[in-house]
């Protein structure tokens, strides 16, 4: 039975199966819709009642892992991240992120932008493998250092900012907001010293320059990282490089051992003379 | 690397457009406002101002420096549009080579006609 607290709301959902289906189509399922409900749970709850077969992909359920990226109302968000009632309408659609092949119902397939992705090289590129297999210490890095890439390594590769993209959507060659973000992310680490190595992708037909700064994807991003700020900044920084401008620091060394001094003025506590009642 | 230098080039060109444009701009046709700040000149559409520049060697340089920026600019942002159309590698090769060659020819020509500009002014002006 409805309470005062439930709404109808029907969720249109955009159904595909390779192999039986011709083309993707639209069906509309009605559920009681709680306060506090989000589409995740919205859809888990059609997918109990109605839908049985509905395919989508979801983790954590708390905007960590990113996987419940989906066009929700047209726009690309996270399932889970996203409240049936902030969206203001009655019905809720939901289609798989565009911009990528879809699998099955809701769920894209993320490989391509993956395998961009892992050509970036985004991780730490260093020469000394032995440190690095076997840590000793951590290395070096004063805040500020920390802050030149922090929000960029907020990014959860949810797909969101791919799907966004109008340059993305149109040219093949882009390698696309996510994968130029994290090749960024990786190039402003002091603990880093790749640079060099990812400049022979960034430098080439894939990276940085076919960006329109259209911005969608800073705008769509659920994590509040700016990609296009990433983007625009990697071309400084490559041109720079290109015109002997950038100044070639070596990466950050591992921290020496403290070697500071024991405290000798702490104060002994006071003895107890609280006695009980 | 290769669309690092070309992307840089346009940025480039850009800031010399910028810069010649604006030049242009005050010369050509802001004349009544020099005027009114107190610097006075000749009409500059005049036949004696045109021809005076025709036979300057810094206006001839100017001409051809923003010649070739524009076309630098102006065809790279014209390639840029093409290749966003995903034309397979024969057709890229095509626009490449295509672009090349007219914005050349315009660049030749254009350079043509700036240093012939002093020996045409002089045989009109008589």
């Not at chain 1, 509905?54 to 905007?63: D, E, K, P, Q």
């Not at chain 1, 659609?93 to 990528?100: D, G, H």
């Not at chain 2, 009409?43 to 045109?50: H, K, L, R, Y």
Request: glycine share 10%; hydrophobic share 40%.
């Amino acid at each position: 039975m409805a309470g005062s607290n439930t709404k109808q709301v029907t969720f249109h959902l955009r159904r595909f199966e390779p192999g039986k289906d011709a083309e993707p189509h639209w069906e509309d399922h009605s559920i009681e819709v709680t306060p506090g409900m989000t589409v995740l749970d919205g859809l888990w709850k059609v997918k109990e009642l109605s839908a049985p077969s509905l395919a989508w992909r979801s983790s954590c359920r708390m905007g960590i892992c990113g996987s419940c990226g989906m066009l929700i109302n047209g726009r690309p968000r996270l399932a889970c991240n996203t409240q049936v009632s902030e969206l203001g309408s009655a019905i809720v659609a939901v289609a798989p992120l565009p911009n990528f092949d879809i699998i099955k119902d809701l769920v894209p397939d993320l490989r391509p932008i993956f395998e961009t992705h892992r050509e970036m090289l985004p991780y730490l590129l260093r020469d000394d493998t032995a440190e690095q297999e076997d840590p000793t210490r951590e290395y070096r890095q004063t805040p500020h250092e920390l802050e030149q890439y922090l929000q960029f390594s907020y990014c959860i590769k949810c797909g969101c900012c791919m799907a966004a993209c109008p340059t993305v959507a149109t040219d093949a060659q882009y390698a696309g907001p996510m994968p130029l973000g994290q090749a960024h992310r990786y190039d402003s680490d002091t603990r880093d010293a790749g640079f060099d190595r990812r400049r022979e992708v960034l430098a080439g037909g894939s990276g940085p320059w076919r960006c329109h700064f259209a911005g969608e994807c800073s705008q769509v991003c659920p994590k509040g990282v700016d990609p296009a700020k990433a983007i625009q900044l990697m071309k400084r920084q490559l041109v720079s490089d290109l015109l002997r401008l950038r100044r070639r620091t070596p990466p950050a060394a591992v921290a020496e051992a403290p070697h500071g001094t024991m405290r000798d003025d702490i104060p002994a506590a006071p003895p107890r003379t609280v006695t009980e009642a | 690397m290769r669309d690092r230098t070309l992307w840089t080039w346009h940025i480039g060109a850009g800031a010399v457009i910028l810069v010649l444009l604006g030049l242009h701009m005050v010369i050509m046709h802001l004349s009544g406002t020099l005027g009114f700040l107190g610097v006075q000149d000749a009409e500059p559409t005049g036949w004696a101002s045109v021809a005076a520049r025709a036979g300057s060697l810094f206006f001839t340089l100017t001409y051809v420096a923003l010649l070739g920026a524009a076309l630098y600019h102006g065809f790279y942002g014209f390639r840029n549009i093409l290749m966003e159309l995903n034309p397979g590698r024969t057709v890229r090769s095509v626009i490449n080579v295509g672009l090349s060659v007219v914005g050349l020819a315009l660049f030749a020509f254009g350079t043509w006609a700036a240093l012939a500009a002093p020996g045409a002014a002089t045989m009109a002006g008589g």
